[in-house]
């Protein structure tokens, strides 16, 4: 990695050709009015996607609102905010999936310097409530499914709308909610243009747009408090380092509850006046998710690589799947959230795709650093520091980032926001990490270090990152062996692999046997845990056993976070009997939904 640093810095100067939300979509409207802005199946939106002569028709199944229409229909939602006595700085709640009435919501709530709050909606029905307590909401915009129609009303705002695509609820509930329906079928007016545009134009980059909740992997989830500006500032990096075309179109399934889908990708289409259609596979369907990217040819896309490594599988059995991803209007693509394993890597410089990986945190907005566009990616690095932000190595190893990006805090927690930040200002981001000149690798989560019996420290997600990137067939590593003298590993597989009926010769890995089930995998996988082993040069660092579970992981189990990263907690309590034989040596006693791993 070449010789360690303490710091690293980018210099260059931010342009600061949009301050606030509502400036940069203002203008994009003027710029872009005929253009697409949004894409999706429903015929809600429906205003079709314009031909280049002007002529409309329906893309596919999809259909389009321009840029035209949404800057109509966010003074709507503006001019009723106003209505409801939801004034500059008061706080909004939001519980949908990713939709085109949640979509101009949002923004009307940003555009006009109110604040939003995402939440999942996957959180237990306890802990929304507890949350929307929290917040102080002045109001609450949420789909009416049967599990938020449990909402005790104690906790709600008086101001609550219903999603349209859920209408028949909020008639059953007049008392209770209001139709967003009503609010769209209102006449738009130059009077409500003028409003929006006065409103836009009293807000200021340090007022906060956005309080965005963690995943909450251990406690109560924190509030990250994000400015107009912090969110801003990230896209002039991306605007300065990518210099991208105008009028992009992008295919999105990544939830906007999280910081990589609703700050970074979307803000990134909406800064480049490029257009996003909603992919309703939601990351779980990839068979649909590859119809939809066929139909949207989307320009670039965002993904973690959990999914890249469920469309190689299905990209390498089959050639028309290859030729519809790989089309030649896609530019790059990005991951986050963890590295892309080197075989599925390979595939993407096989086909000279760029594959940009970045690193950050929601309390950074979400991105401090990138990688570069070459095909030579470097393993375990994710890039150099984006324009404006400074890294440094404290003396723990922990991670910590300076800039523009960074939160103002933790919303009602001053004692939380204390203990992130040091004495010049920067903000401690919880992983450890080493810096040198070709840039950051990250090798932990600073809660996940363990100490072994001979007083040695591990860093677990660097082995585990090593597991899945050897063998596409595994999608989750958990590695431990806390005060042991050696270290173990729980193995989830990558069960739509097994699916494909066939692999693409051009794209096929000539290194792997491509076992057909878990029975055969175990055979398989000793030679390449062995070879982990081997070409790790930490003598302690060794996978002695290990276990395959016949499971996959599950969002709604809170095994795994939003973002699709482990909760460790969960994962020891839940796999406890695993674990236990593990270290008892007592594998024969477990069931037969598993098979053990022992190397030599």
């Not at 299905?314 to 959230?337: I, N, R, Y």
């Not at 000279?352 to 929601?362: A, D, H, S, Y």
Request: with cysteine; glycine share 8%.
């Amino acid at each position: 990695m070449g010789e360690l640093l303490k710091e690293l810095k980018n210099e260059a100067p931010l342009e600061t050709l949009f301050s606030t939300i509502g400036a940069m979509l203002w203008n994009n409207a003027k710029d872009f009015a005929p253009n697409p802005v949004f894409g999706e199946k429903s015929p809600i939106a429906a205003v079709p996607l314009p031909q280049n002569k002007g002529a409309p028709h329906h893309t596919h199944q999809y259909h389009y609102v321009t840029w035209g229409q949404f800057i109509q229909d966010l003074a709507k939602v503006v001019g009723f905010l106003r209505e409801q006595n939801i004034l500059l700085g008061d706080r909004v709640g939001v519980i949908a999936g990713n939709h085109y009435q949640r979509f101009v919501t949002e923004m009307a709530i940003l555009a006009s310097g109110r604040v939003c709050v995402p939440l999942f909606a996957g959180y237990g029905l306890e802990l929304l409530e507890q949350l929307i307590s929290f917040s102080d909401l002045k109001g609450l915009f949420l789909d009416g499914t049967p599990k938020l129609q449990s909402l005790s009303p104690k906790y709600l705002p008086a101001t609550r709308i219903v999603f349209d695509h859920h209408e028949s609820y909020a008639a059953k509930n007049k008392n209770k909610y209001f139709p967003f329906t009503a609010i769209l079928a209102s006449p738009g007016s130059k009077e409500k243009l003028d409003l929006l545009d006065k409103q836009i134009s009293g807000v200021t980059g340090k007022m906060t747009a956005f309080i965005m909740y963690t995943s909450g992997t251990s406690n109560f989830p924190k509030g990250v408090m994000l400015t107009q500006s912090n969110i801003m500032s990230q896209q002039m990096a991306l605007l300065k380092l990518w210099q991208p075309e105008k009028g992009m179109k992008f295919l999105s399934y990544l939830p906007w509850h999280h910081s990589f889908g609703g700050l970074f990708e979307r803000f990134f289409a909406l800064t480049t006046g490029g257009s996003i259609a909603v992919d309703d596979s939601l990351g779980k369907d990839t068979e649909l998710l590859l119809k939809n990217f066929a139909a949207v040819k989307p320009h670039v896309f965002f993904s973690v690589p959990k999914i890249y490594q469920e469309i190689v599988s299905q990209v390498m059995g089959s050639s028309e799947v290859e030729h519809d991803f790989f089309h030649p209007g896609l530019k790059f693509v990005f991951t986050a959230a963890a590295s892309l394993p080197l075989n599925i890597s390979h595939v993407f410089k096989n086909k000279n795709m760029p594959v940009i990986e970045g690193w950050g945190l929601t309390e950074t907005s979400p991105c401090c650093t990138l990688t570069d566009f070459s095909l030579e990616r470097k393993q375990g690095l994710v890039g150099k520091p984006i324009p404006g932000v400074s890294l440094k190595i404290a003396e723990d190893g922990e991670i910590l980032v300076k800039g523009p990006n960074v939160m103002t805090g933790y919303f009602k927690n001053e004692a939380a926001t204390a203990k992130v930040f040091d004495s010049e200002g920067y903000f401690k981001t919880g992983d450890i990490g080493e810096i040198s000149a070709e840039g950051l690798k990250i090798l932990s989560r600073k809660d996940r270090v363990f100490k072994m019996s001979n007083g040695e420290k591990v860093y677990p997600s660097t082995i585990e990152e090593a597991l899945c990137k050897k063998c596409k067939l595994i999608k989750y590593a958990f590695v431990f062996g806390q005060s042991e003298s050696q270290l173990y590993a729980l193995l989830f597989p990558n069960f739509e692999f097994f699916s494909a009926k066939e692999i693409s010769v051009s794209l096929a890995d000539p290194g792997c046997a491509y076992p057909k089930n878990l029975e055969l995998l175990c055979g398989c996988l000793k030679g390449c845990v062995t070879t982990i082993n081997q070409q790790n040069p930490v003598r302690y660092e060794k996978i002695k056993k290990a276990l395959i579970i016949n499971r996959e992981l599950s969002l709604d189990d809170h095994e795994i976070t939003p973002s699709f990263k482990l909760v460790p907690r969960t994962i020891e309590e839940r796999y406890k009997k695993y674990i236990s034989a593990l270290l008892e040596g007592r594998e024969q006693e477990l069931s037969n939904d598993c098979w053990l791993i022992s190397v030599d």
